[in-house]
């Protein structure tokens, strides 16, 4: 079966530590995004990316930063920086076309102790 | 850029009451509108979507029609179950970007 897998469900990390995040596709898409989302509230993208070795910042990118070097991967890390980051963060991908739906997978629930 | 404003909620409903949550959007032109559902900890999913004016998306009992005149694409039930119990997100794409632009999603509780 095609599809997102994210990893892991569940991540813990003390402050001041980096923590990456996995995220895969086998659905041969070409565009690949990082949303965190907030107890009750929206999603927020973090980055895009719309190709290979090719990304770009959303609306919340400080604190973060990601690499696309295989078109099926997209690894997100949590950097110190980053003031807040207990939240669900969310991996999605598209054929990238304009008006194509997005495909998410199941998320990892990051906390901070 | 394209915007979207969703219901607030959160509904509370009991089981086969009728569901409406309304989402209206701004857009230059007429692009494809979706609707995805959030159930607890999980990911979305695609819920419907519509593509262009005047079509109706619909999928395990909900619909949703594309309304130029009013810029509007509310979600239906006839008849929810508990199991619909969720977070639903209206959505559009951004502009001339590859994105979507979420709404701030609706949380559905249905009680038996």
């Known amino acids: 079966d095609g599809g997102i897998t994210q990893s892991p469900k569940y991540l813990f990390r003390k402050e001041g530590q980096n923590v990456t995040l996995s995220c895969e596709q086998n659905l041969n898409h070409d565009a690949m995004y990082w949303y965190r989302q907030d107890p009750g509230q929206g999603l927020r993208l973090i980055y895009y990316?719309?190709?290979?070795?090719?990304?770009q910042k959303g609306d919340i990118a400080e604190g973060y930063s990601v690499s696309r070097e295989k078109k099926e991967s997209f690894p997100l890390t949590v950097t110190s920086a980053q003031k807040n980051p207990t939240a669900f963060y969310l991996c999605a991908s598209s054929r990238g076309e304009h008006d194509n739906e997005q495909f998410f997978g199941p998320g990892t629930r990051l906390t901070v102790l | 850029g394209n915007s979207v404003t969703q219901m607030e909620g959160p509904v509370t409903l009991s089981e086969e009451a009728f569901l409406t949550i309304n989402c209206t959007y701004t857009a230059t032109g007429y692009p494809s509108l979706f609707w995805y559902v959030q159930y607890p900890g999980e990911g979305l999913q695609l819920l419907l979507k519509a593509t262009k004016a005047d079509d109706k998306g619909s999928n395990k009992g909900f619909e949703a029609t594309y309304r130029k005149e009013t810029t509007s694409f509310h979600l239906e039930k006839g008849s929810v179950q508990v199991s619909d119990s969720a977070v639903y997100f209206c959505a559009l794409p951004r502009g001339s970007a590859r994105q979507l632009t979420f709404g701030s999603g609706t949380q559905l509780t249905v009680l038996p």
């Open positions: 990316s719309q190709i290979v070795n090719d990304f």
